[in-house]
């Protein structure tokens, strides 16, 4: 019974900590995109949501972090997308049925989403170089969780390179032609397409990247 307890006690804190994580950042990114990123500073953000500075470091250690949590839910999706296709194909057409996906349900991830509050959203990221640089951190790290996720998978590397080594160069790969994909769905949406005008181009163009890659690398069924 009082183990029962305090799990619920643990769930509902855990629950009030989530809550206050989305307020702070739902604060920031909307007086972001009324004043934009530079002409806010953190000691508004933290009265606009009722909370001491302290706090708001304590859920985000920088500025820059208030905007770019979105992305920290993504961090290991292609990591765990290879993990669960396992023994059931390779991990190239996981990953391309996973971005196909994507695309059919127009997620933000992939760019193409013409979604107004999404729109503003990348437009604030990729128009304010502190977001651009800090987002490259975020990168490093899915970069470095696919590179865990595809150790092992790799038939084999080109003049007995080491697996690790092997293993990166994919992971690096993949994240760019991922990050490349994204970023023209998004610029095509920016200039006044609409998702639908884009998606069969987009369709193609996932198409010839994972292409690109599967010619390139040796990855294990």
């Known amino acids: 019974m009082s183990e029962t307890t305090e799990d619920g006690a643990d769930g509902l804190r855990e629950r009030k900590k989530r809550q206050t994580y989305e ?22 953000i933290a009265a606009a949501a009722e909370v ?48 196909a996906d994507g695309l059919a349900r127009r997620d933000p991830v992939t760019g193409l989403s013409d979604d107004p509050r999404v729109l503003a959203f990348h437009g604030l990221l990729y128009g304010t170089p502190s977001l651009v640089a800090r987002a490259y951190a975020y990168q490093g790290r899915s970069e470095d969780a696919l590179t865990g996720a595809l150790t092992g998978a790799l038939t084999g590397a080109p003049g007995g390179a080491p697996a690790g080594v ?5 992971a690096g790969q993949i994240v760019a032609v991922q990050r490349v994909l994204a970023e023209e769905n998004w610029r095509r949406i920016a200039a006044g397409e609409s998702a639908d005008q884009v998606y069969a181009d987009a369709v193609v163009a996932a198409e010839l990247g994972f292409g690109q890659l599967r010619d390139g690398l040796a990855l294990a069924d």
């Not at 702070?24 to 934009?36: H, K, P, Y």
């Not at 990591?79 to 190239?92: E, F, K, M, W, Y």
């Not at 092997?166 to 994919?170: N, Q, T, V």
């Open 166 to 170: 092997a293993a990166r160069l994919a």
């Open 23 to 44: 307020r702070l950042s739902e604060t920031a990114i909307g007086l972001f995109l009324e004043r934009g990123f530079e002409r806010v500073s953190v000691a508004e």
């Open 52 to 99: 001491s500075k302290p706090t708001l470091f304590r859920y985000f250690p920088t500025k820059e972090d208030l905007v770019l949590h979105r992305f920290a839910d993504h961090e290991d999706e292609a990591a765990r997308v290879v993990t669960g296709a396992r023994g059931a194909g390779s991990a190239l057409d996981a990953l391309h049925a996973h971005f």
